[in-house]
């Protein structure tokens, strides 16, 4: 009878994840070049709401001129060039960070779930090599038994 001899060989990325960790980038400033923390540091600072309400304080000025031309292009070139780029830009970084972090989120959860599915499939190779033993015990037994019927059989 054939013996439960499975022979579990872990997968060389299990050892490989645990020395590495998801990283946040933007929290390794000591990593960053100076072009990329300064690229960083506007970025942050004209990603806010404080600079979109800047921005749009900045726009009206010109809106009073744009208003006495009474031309409808330079007004509609106003709108468009100058209020919609200036506040819309950092309203969507904004956003952009926002999904950002969520994003970032989720994806430390699904590293997580997978370290713990990892762990899970762990205790099952361990529960089945126990189940391995106690089927070889049995079919050891079994072969025994039957050994001791076929010499009784021959009596």
């Given at each position: ?24 980038t933007h929290r390794h400033r000591n990593r960053l070049s100076l072009n990329d ?9 004209v990603g806010s709401m404080w600079a979109a309400y800047a921005f749009a304080a ?69 529960h089945l090599s126990v189940q391995d033993a106690a089927l070889n015990h049995l ?17």
């Open positions: 009878m054939p013996k439960a001899n499975y022979d579990y060989k872990q997968h060389p990325h299990v050892e490989e994840r645990k020395a590495t960790e998801p990283k946040v923390r300064i690229g960083l540091g506007i970025t942050k600072r900045l726009t009206l000025i010109s809106l009073p001129a744009a208003v006495a031309s009474g031309n409808a292009l330079i007004i509609v070139a106003w709108i468009a060039q100058t209020f919609l780029q200036l506040v819309l830009l950092p309203v969507i970084i904004v956003g952009q960070n926002l999904q950002a972090h969520e994003s970032e989120k989720r994806a430390i959860a699904t590293y997580k779930d997978a370290g713990a599915i990892l762990e899970e499939a762990k205790e099952i190779q361990s079919i050891d037994r079994l072969e025994s038994i039957e050994g001791k019927l076929i010499k009784a059989s021959k009596k």
